[in-house]
């Protein structure tokens, strides 16, 4: 049903600007949509920033917010998703002492069994990295608290799509064609 919440994920390409994010910011807040996570990086495109932008909303809302957010000048293109359509990953740390580590032979199994590495080590804390899902880097840092966990944070996600073609690749190809028009004549 259209009118059910559900998490949906939000691609902006965009040129890297200042004051976009206050833009961007402004509509989710206009459409009293919180936002769960935010990353922005560097993406294939030479000059490109990629936004990806974590919301509960209904896919009505959320179509909204990909529109406005499209009518911003130094937006490219942005794109709705839900988790089946993309693959995603957003990466965690943890911060625990290090004589836990040393005393507690259950600390380096779940360690272990929620495929974390160590990041550093030293004489007092130790930095755990995990890199998985929400519920995944949730059910790691449950078991760590009852560990003294000194410190906690979460990325934001980085996602990839499923689908074959991409804003990415078709923005490439016709870069390159301009490019060569522009050569031609």
Known sequence: MDSEKELFTVSVFSENTVGLLSQVALIYTRRCINIESISASTCSI??????????IATRHAMEKV??????????????????????????????????????????????RNHNARILDINRDFTVIEKTGHY????????????????????????????????????????QNQRKNGSQQG
């Open 66 to 111: 990909v529109l406005q957010i499209e009518k911003c000048i130094e937006v490219l293109k942005a794109f709705l998703y839900t988790d089946d359509e993309i693959v995603y990953q957003e990466v965690a740390l943890y911060k625990v002492d290090t004589s836990l580590l040393m005393d507690e032979p259950h600390l380096e199994e779940i360690i």
């Open 135 to 174: 519920s995944e880097t949730t059910a790691l840092f449950e078991e760590l608290k009852r560990y003294n966990l000194r410190q906690f944070v979460r990325s934001g996600r980085v996602t990839i799509t499923k689908s074959e073609r991409e804003f990415v690749s078709e923005y490439i190809e016709k």
């Open 46 to 55: 030479p000059g490109v920033i990629k936004w990806t932008i974590t919301s």
